[in-house]
């Protein structure tokens, strides 16, 4: 398995992602979504499974499904070209149809991953998310309906963020029944609004991440209160823990690969 880039630039500003720091601000004019023609895509996609016998592939871009119109030419292009790889996308429940859906089923797509988030209203519009719990309820029952499995990252610890929201998070995943769950505690990376020049300055960044980090606090929820919901939501959901979460509490089941 490994990993392609379809685009760069993501019209989103959610305020605890750093990906404008890498790619900049959207602008339509100045800085726009970039996108690879199906054509060149694929063609990358199939010269690296030959070279490498792929069993898998996934697209690692911030909003893989920007365009609906995007989404629909490179699926029928892969159906056209009988390439049948499986394969998985991040993609934004705002730009989701079931239309769109049905033909990456059709090319052979067998997981969505989705930023929920979290299932209070109150904190999406926060995080300037730009969806609603009633469009991710839509989308993960849409997809079910087509056989395609389901991802959900969430995240705790946005400012302002209490234990009625986290609750709220809970029942949504509940509601959503995720093949695949997973829970972060916000890491305020450089380049995001969270970030403090000169609170987290020093932060060594190579040893801390949203998966796990003994700093970040808010007004409401203190770096411990965030750990232990981060621990009890694992724990309520370990059949379907992202394999992140595996390996912190296993570290022993990481393969070594011999050079």
């Known amino acids: ?17 750093a990906e404008r720091i890498v790619t ?3 602008n339509r004019r100045t800085n726009p979504v ?6 060149r895509l694929l063609e990358e996609v199939e010269a690296v499974a030959r070279r490498y016998h792929l069993d898998h592939f996934k697209f690692v871009d911030a909003t893989w499904n920007t365009s609906v119109e995007k989404v629909i030419a490179f699926c029928q292009e892969k159906i056209a070209r009988g390439f049948t790889l ?11 149809s079931r239309e ?10 067998v997981q969505i991953n989705m930023g929920c988030e979290s299932g209070s209203p109150r904190i999406l519009r926060k995080m300037r998310k730009g969806i609603s719990v009633e469009q991710i ?3 993960f029952d849409w997809a079910r309906e087509l056989g395609i499995e389901r991802r959900g990252y969430f995240i705790m610890g946005i400012p302002d963020e209490t234990v009625d929201d986290i609750k709220l998070t809970e029942a949504l995943v509940e509601r959503l029944d995720p093949q695949v769950f997973g829970i972060t505690i916000v890491c305020p990376y450089p380049g995001t609004d969270l970030y403090d020049p000169t609170v987290h ?26 750990k232990s919901w981060q621990k009890h939501l694992t724990e309520k959901f370990r059949h379907r823990l992202a394999w992140h979460h595996r390996v912190l509490e296993h570290p022993e089941t990481i393969p070594i690969v011999q050079p």
Request: glycine share 2%.
């Open 1 to 17: 398995m490994t990993s392609f880039q379809s685009c760069r630039v993501c019209p989103l500003q959610c305020v605890f992602c």
């Open 86 to 96: 499986p394969w998985e996308a991040n993609v934004h429940a705002a730009f989701t």
């Open 137 to 139: 309820i839509q989308v």
């Open 201 to 226: 300055k020093a932060i060594d960044w190579s040893k801390t991440d949203e998966y796990a980090n003994d700093f970040w606090a808010t007004p409401t929820l203190s770096n411990a209160d965030m």
């Open 100 to 109: 769109m859906l049905r033909w990456m089923k059709e090319a052979n797509c």
């Open 24 to 26: 900049g601000v959207f």
């Open 34 to 39: 970039r996108i690879v023609t199906p054509t």
